[in-house]
């Protein structure tokens, strides 16, 4: 098994991202079922709207957005796994997420919407990273961003290491796991909690407009019970529309 911390997840990711892609396409991945839907419901209408996808996998979704319309668009990602053939507004960069503002083919460009679609747990310091995806915002955009509920590693960590959610919840040892794409490869965490999240949001100058935790509509749980096991377990994802306070 090959294990990276969050320092460098670069390579990991290299290796996952055929993996995850291929979990990420099946007809009942969670993604697909529940975050995506989620996710573009609060970005809502993007006609000539500029978007910098941050961590954006392949730029699928990216790609979606500018056949809905996004105007000039980026995407960011380290594992290089990019669409061959992404469309004419849409430009994918391989590079590291964490210091959005240095990155060569983004300097001096700023954004309508900026994603952070479960990719924020990869930023080597998260404060700075937001701070400087606020300061490419243009005046009337927001950040999406998306993260696993804490209390999924809390459960899981719970049962391998026999201890409590609580225990676990507030523990501050890394957590190292399988990811569920590739069994071979493993990733190394940060743990935090939800006022390690928020904390970190208005400490960046940021306010959050909305806050979602999304689930599969009666439809999606009656086709694929075993997803639904999965979200009566773990929860799923929290998805937060951040606008920048206009006092920072
Ligand atoms: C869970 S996937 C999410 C992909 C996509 N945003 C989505 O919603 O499907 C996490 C993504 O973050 C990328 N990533 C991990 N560490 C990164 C880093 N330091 N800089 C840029 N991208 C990174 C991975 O390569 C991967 O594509």
């Known amino acids: 098994m090959v294990t990276r911390d969050t320092q460098d997840s670069s390579q990991a990711w290299r290796d996952l991202a055929a993996d995850y892609e291929r979990a990420r396409a099946r ?31 392949n730029g699928g979704k990216l790609a979606e957005l500018a056949r809905d319309g996004a ?31 240095s990155l060569p083919g983004l300097s ?5 919407r900026i994603l952070f679609l479960q990719s924020f747990g990869y930023a080597k310091d998260p404060v700075h990273t937001l ?8 005046e009337g955009g927001f950040i999406l961003l998306t993260r696993t509920q ?10 391998q290491n026999g201890t409590t959610l609580g225990e676990e919840y507030f523990s501050k040892v890394d957590y190292t796991y399988r990811t569920g794409w590739n ?12 006022s390690d999240l928020l904390n970190a949001f208005s400490a ?5 407009e909305t806050a979602a935790e999304p689930h599969l509509d009666e439809e999606a749980a009656r086709r694929y019970p075993h997803k639904q096991a999965w979200m009566n377990k773990y ?3 929290l998805i937060f529309k951040l606008r920048p306070l206009t006092s920072h």
């Open 27 to 57: 007809e009942d991945s969670l993604d697909r079922l529940v975050e995506w839907p989620a996710e573009r419901e609060v970005l809502g209408d993007v006609t000539g709207c500029s978007i910098l996808d941050l961590g954006c996998g």
């Open 71 to 101: 105007g000039a668009s980026v995407g960011v990602d380290v594992g290089g796994n990019f669409l061959t053939s992404p469309p004419p507004r849409v430009e994918l960069i391989r590079g590291d997420l964490s210091d959005p503002g």
């Open 108 to 112: 001096g460009r700023t954004f309508d």
């Open 131 to 138: 701070r400087a995806a606020r300061a490419m915002l243009n």
């Open 150 to 159: 804490p209390i999924r590693y809390a459960v899981e960590r719970a049962e």
């Open 183 to 194: 069994e071979h490869i493993a990733l190394t965490k940060r743990t935090y909690t939800m």
């Open 204 to 208: 960046a100058g940021l306010w959050i």
């Open 235 to 237: 929860l799923g994802i």
